[in-house]
C-alpha cells in the first residue's frame, strides 16, 4: 500500500454511492471501511474498500452497509 494509491474520504464516498456524511456515519458507529489515518487526514485502501463490500453481500445482493 502506498499513499498515492489511497482514497481521500470523498473519493471513497463517491464509489459506494454514498453521501460523505452517511460515510461519516459508518466510520462512527465502527460499520464503514477500514481507514488509515495519514498525518491528519483518513485514507481509505481501495482493496479493503472493495473486500468491506464483498464481506456484506447478501443473498446475491451486496449490502449499502
Do not use: F, S
Request: glycine share 6%; proline share 6%.
Amino acid at each position: 500500500m502506498h499513499a498515492e494509491n489511497l482514497w481521500t474520504h470523498d473519493e471513497t464516498a463517491a464509489y459506494l454511492k454514498l453521501a460523505p456524511q452517511t460515510l461519516y456515519y459508518l466510520n462512527h458507529k465502527g460499520k464503514g471501511p477500514a481507514r488509515h489515518k495519514v498525518g491528519r487526514y483518513c485514507r481509505y485502501d481501495p482493496a479493503e474498500v472493495k473486500r468491506w463490500i464483498r464481506a456484506r453481500k447478501v443473498d446475491g445482493w451486496a449490502a449499502p452497509w
